[in-house]
């Protein structure tokens, strides 16, 4: 199947270039805690023996930082380096790392000093002077707030798109072009859509596509393949992750699932005549990380997704996150969210709090706020 690209730029990350062309390159995100040095050397090294061609690492403090520096040395893999809320450690990782991802929804949590154009300033600043690329990462539930309020509550695109353009057109004009952006959301659907819309007005800046927690397997492969097929098949994205809640032993399956996803697209065996069935319940959960509050955390949301089996008939969706940083954000939009502390659960029913219960009580407390809603739903009594 012969497909367009779009007339992306080319932008190195490591020993490698993509856009422009490029072969699309299928990367991953360790799991395993950052400062855990071997574990996440170990992480790396499979990923990248599996053909990844981007691993990134979250860093949320000075001691992951010193930790990125030490695993640095000890693996070949590509590296980028994932920062939310604290943009100031740039300068600590940059030298270390092949690429930067940075939120612009998280921005805002420190330098309050600072504008947003001075933090962006400040990072483009270090990627350019250390040679690493840059992503723009923008995802559905963690949306610059000064950009969501503009727009009705059910228009999570626009903002989306706002935020990244923005973005866009400062870095544009500090003259740095080593720079990708991605636009992430749980539903297939609205991935298409936004990545479709962003295309339409910069083919020129790579993308890097994801269906942001996507969930386990296979639900979490089907529904990434979706939107995937829709958006490769039409020449537009250069790099993408497939994100899975997934053991650590098993994280390299990401990178085979995404390889699979590219090359049935340009062998043209698509199957996107499947919809993405909205009529059923939907279980989204985060592909963990280095923040991830407490390792119990994959078998919750196994266990949720077997627990709540016998509600697969229910247009319900049920989120799984794995910390505080995108958990609270990343629930709002689920009917039931669950998101993790280090002893205790957080029991959401869209944005309404239903309190924190212990790894052990939580599994009942989701089922009787199910039960209820599905009673809501139908006016019946479900359950078993
Ligand atoms: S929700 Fe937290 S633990 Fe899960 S992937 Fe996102 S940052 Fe990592």
Redesign the pocket.
Known sequence: MSIQRNPTRPVTIGSITIGDGNPIAVQS?T?TKTQDVDATVAQAEALRERGAGVVRI?VDSAKDAEALAEIRKRTTANLAV?L?ENFRLAELVAPHVDKIRYNPGHLYHHGRDMTWQDKVRYLIDLAGTNGCAVRIGVNCGSVDPAKKEKYAADDSITPMLESAFEHCELVDSLGFHQFVVSLKDSDPTKVVEVNRRFAEQRPDVPLHLGVT?AGMPPEGIIKTRIAFEQLIGKGIGDTVRV?LTLPNPRKPEEIDAGREIVDDVYAGRVRSVVRFDDTKLNIIS????????NEA?VDLAANVKEMTEYAKDFAITIAV???????PG?TDDADLGL??GPAKVNLKKGEEALGAFSYDEILPKLKAELDALIAEKTGSAAGV
Do not use: H, I, K, L
């Open positions: 995100m799991a979250a994932d939310q927690e994100s985060c592909p963990s990380c280095s923040r991830v509050e955390f996150m794995g910390c505080r940083v995108n958990g990343e998101w993790c």
